[in-house]
């Protein structure tokens, strides 16, 4: 998987990911660290990444607007604010029932991979 990681999102499950052989860039590697919600899912698409954040409501929001005016992003993963081992497992199972294509234009609450 191609992630990008929310500025709120632990930067230690950027090299958790890695490990497993994931694509993973965070916001402040990124230099995007202090931009808006839009210009960060903005980048995140342009560079073909799901977008994982744990601003739920921002990023819900911001999902149903480009879904509106047709406009397609490479997907986001919202979660709650999890332990590090929580996240990763609950990732691991949404990346082994998903390509990052089928994530295209989806809004995805991680608390369905339990």
């Not at 500025?7 to 402040?28: C, K, S, Y």
């Not at 808006?36 to 149903?64: K, V």
């Not at 979660?79 to 081992?85: C, G, I, N, T, V």
Request: proline share 2%.
């Amino acid at each position: 998987m191609r992630l990008y990681l929310d500025h709120d999102v632990d930067v230690a499950l950027a090299e958790r990911l890695r490990q497993g052989g994931h694509n993973v860039l965070t916001t402040r590697e990124a230099g995007y660290a202090e931009s808006l919600d839009e210009q960060q899912l903005a980048f995140a698409t342009h560079e073909e990444r799901i977008f994982l954040t744990h601003n739920r409501r921002d990023f819900r929001r911001l999902h149903r607007q480009w879904t509106e005016i047709g406009r397609l992003h490479g997907g986001i993963i919202i979660s709650a604010h999890l332990p590090l081992e929580e996240l990763e497992r609950r990732l691991r199972r949404l990346f082994s029932a998903y390509r990052d294509i089928e994530l295209r234009g989806q809004l995805i609450p991680l608390h369905e991979f339990r």
